[in-house]
């Protein structure tokens, strides 16, 4: 499976979206929606990481779906970032496509662990 590459491209992310806060802070005094992104652009590999002792398919399944949510959110924020001119055209590219690549690997990962557990309960077992 891909988590080790989704669980290091959100780590990378992660620390992308800490160098941006620290640039949103002190070179353009912005510190609202910088403390936003930086929550959920760190929240996605945090996430990932707890799913390691997940106690079930269930529940790992569970904390893959709050990461992708996360790359969602932290999206907007990006849009917001952009569109107020806080960061440049090529500033946003690159993060937006990033948090975008990841999020395409956990929608994947999400729908065939989905299909995995209703495979399951149609037999009538359990994780």
Do not use: P
Not at 53 to 58: E, V, W
Not at 74 to 80: G, I, K, N, S, V
């Amino acid at each position: 499976m891909r988590e080790h590459t989704v669980r290091e491209k959100s780590k990378k992310f992660a620390v992308r979206i800490i160098h941006l806060y620290n640039y949103l802070c002190n070179k353009k005094n912005e510190y609202v929606l910088s403390k936003q992104v930086l929550r959920s652009g760190t929240s996605i590999g945090a996430n990932l990481a707890e799913s390691d002792f997940a106690i079930s398919k269930r529940d790992f399944l569970s904390k893959l779906y709050i990461a992708l949510k996360e790359t969602s959110e932290t999206m907007y924020w990006l849009e917001l970032l952009y569109e107020t001119d806080y960061i440049t055209k090529s500033e946003y590219d690159s993060l937006y496509s990033d948090c975008y690549e990841i999020k395409c690997m956990l929608q994947s990962s999400t729908k065939t662990i989905q299909f995995s557990l209703n495979k399951k309960a149609e037999k009538g077992t359990t994780d």
